[in-house]
Each structure stands twice: as structure tokens, then as C-alpha cells.
């Protein structure tokens, strides 16, 4: 299994500022990489697939970049309603998870 | 607007089995892959496994490869995992995932899941 590695594990900001997730692959999975934002006891989000493809209705302030191995998530302009557990997911092969990064506030 | 609602969690024995179900709507059911994932306590999220493609193909994830099946009932949009011989490492809330589309693993929608306890 391709294995995904995220950092950091966690991170405290504020309001307003820019946060930047990276995500590693241990292998090339070309841009088949996907990003979701878990909030406690609610449903899984997807925001971007594709490495950089905004998904429908997710604010503009999220967005990704990357390829091969090396991608990484940017929340522009943090918002409130942005504090949450985001993860990075491999849609190469048979699907594998990153461990996770908790955003939490500052 | 896509619903996944997700039913059969409970408190079971190490050994025993579970019916997990998910009522789908808003979408053609059986033209989409469709997936079940889990968050184990104080872990992250963990794919478990996709019925997907026009012949239905299924995948496990190893963990639970030869103890699980996945399955849909197109007439009741209805998508199930059967767990049998469960393990205490099995404890988790499991989520009910759309695929983005008849293939791939990308999971567009989900469910708010449901609570697996396997305890004795």
C-alpha cells in the first residue's frame, strides 16, 4: 500500500492567518490526491480533488497544489468555521489516508 | 441534494457479526462507486471498502479482507457491509461514502456514520 505521511500533526493559528498542510506520498501517484476537512461528530468534507480541483461549493479560500509525491493544502485566510481535522487521501491504487492535522485555534 | 444515512451500529461480542446499512438518495444509486471508511477512537480515517463499475466489483482493505462484504441493493438504494467475526480493533464509527464517480476513489458525499463497539 502507498503510504501517506502529513505534516504537522497539528498546528495552532488565528483568524486571518495562512495555514499550509503538506501531504508526502511514498510513491508517485501522479495527481490522484484529495483533501477533506472532518469536523467532530459531523460528516467528512471533500475540498479539493485532483491535487488542485476546487470541489463544488468550498470556499476559494482553500487550494491545492502538487504532484507526483509531494502535495500541499493552503487555507489562504482562516476562518472559524475552518477549525478542524484535515486529511489528505491517495485516490491512485487501493486507497490510503494521511494520519491527520488538527487546526486548532490560537 | 445527496443523503447517506447510516444504520446497524451497536455494542457487539469480539466474534460476533453486524449488518451496517446506508439509505441513499438524491442520486442514481447504481451508477456511482460507493464506499465504507471508519475513524477508530483517537485514529484517523481508514478506507474499509468500494463496490464499484457497471459489473459491481468489490475491494477490502487488508484489515478486514475475508471478514467483511460489501453490497447494494439497487431496488432500495440501499448499500450494506456484513462484519462477521469482529475483533476489538474492528471499534469504530463507520461512515457510508459516495464515489465522486463509477470508479474512482474519490468520496464526494458522506454519511454522518455509525458506532461500532466490539466489547464483551
Known amino acids: 500500500d502507498i503510504q501517506m505521511t502529513q505534516s504537522p500533526s497539528s498546528l495552532s493559528a488565528s483568524v486571518g492567518d495562512r495555514v499550509t498542510i503538506t501531504c508526502r506520498a511514498s510513491q508517485t501517484i501522479t495527481r490522484a490526491l484529495n483533501w477533506y476537512q472532518h469536523k467532530a461528530e459531523k460528516a467528512p468534507k471533500l475540498l479539493i480533488y485532483?491535487?488542485?480541483n476546487l470541489q463544488a461549493g468550498v470556499p476559494s479560500r482553500f487550494s491545492g497544489s502538487g504532484s507526483e509525491t509531494d502535495f500541499t493544502l493552503t487555507i489562504s485566510s482562516l476562518q472559524p468555521e475552518d477549525f478542524a481535522t484535515y486529511y489528505c487521501q491517495q485516490s491512485y491504487t487501493t486507497p490510503t489516508f494521511g494520519g491527520g492535522t488538527k487546526v486548532e485555534i490560537k | 441534494e445527496v443523503q447517506l444515512l447510516e444504520s446497524g451500529g451497536g455494542l457487539v461480542q469480539p466474534g460476533g457479526s453486524l449488518r451496517l446499512s446506508c439509505a441513499a438518495s438524491g442520486f442514481t444509486f447504481s451508477t456511482y462507486a460507493m464506499n465504507w471508511a471508519r475513524q477508530a477512537p483517537g485514529k484517523g480515517l481508514e478506507w474499509v471498502a468500494t463496490?464499484?463499475?457497471?459489473?459491481?466489483?468489490?475491494h477490502y482493505a487488508d484489515s478486514v479482507k475475508g471478514r467483511v462484504t460489501i453490497s447494494t441493493d439497487n431496488s432500495k438504494n440501499t448499500l450494506y457491509l456484513q462484519m462477521n467475526n469482529l475483533r476489538a480493533e474492528d471499534t469504530a464509527v463507520y461512515y457510508c461514502a459516495k464515489g465522486i464517480d463509477t470508479g474512482t476513489s474519490t468520496f464526494d458525499s458522506w454519511g454522518q456514520g455509525t458506532l461500532v463497539t466490539v466489547s464483551s
Open positions: 463496490i464499484k463499475g457497471s459489473g459491481r466489483s468489490t
Open positions: 485532483g491535487a488542485s
